[in-house]
């Protein structure tokens, strides 16, 4: 009989333990269902959505992983907006949406890479905005109106809600403490991680502070756990 695999211990960290699929769960059916009841603010006379479909993507981001660079309120409302505003202006200097869609995303990716505020909901707001330019009645404030509505309602239960379960949101990193002098735990220097960080050439999820703040703990866990059998 098959059987789903058990959560590693990396997949059980990033999720707070066993339940924090539940904390997020929780979490982003409030951030959406407000989110909906801002959007229901603007007038049925001008056919708006009331609310758009990638802010369901932002708010994965923002319960179930707010420690994540990507989930901060910059990314969520700046990445977004950018990201529609860099599709609507693609849009109507195209013509062509599905050329528009393609060329759009990338500048997208590139915009918010250089307003760091990176956010991969962006995508599909790009997207969105390139549809919206070529369609009937698609004028700027179609999307970016109910959009921000949306953005605002998310991040503001957000900012309650993870700080409400334990989750300082905007994301603070953890300090990690000094190690004791004259061992080899924290022998390395944040100019090695750097170093590596720069060899790999990758785009990591994980705050810088926070992945060196996770290598010290390990180590004073392994010094602790050699001092225990010492004795």
Known sequence: MFRFPRP???GQLRFGGRLGWA?????ALIGVALAAVF??????AYHWPWI?????ASAVLVFAVPASPLAQPWPVF???MLAALTGLVVGHVIGLPVL??????GLAIAAMTYARCLHPPGGACAILGALAASSPG???MSLLLPLGLNLAALIGAGWLYNNLTGHAWPHIPVQAPPMPKGTWAGSYDRADLDA??????EVLDVNRQDLDSLFRAVERRVLRRWEDDLK
């Open 78 to 80: 700046g990445g977004n």
């Open 23 to 27: 904390r997020g769960a929780i979490g």
């Open 196 to 201: 590596v960080l720069d060899e790999w050439d």
């Open 52 to 56: 758009v479909a990638p802010v369901g």
């Open 39 to 44: 959007g229901l603010t603007v007038p049925d």
């Open 138 to 140: 698609g004028g700027w």
């Open 100 to 105: 528009a869609a393609g060329i759009s995303v």
């Open 8 to 10: 590693t211990a990396i």
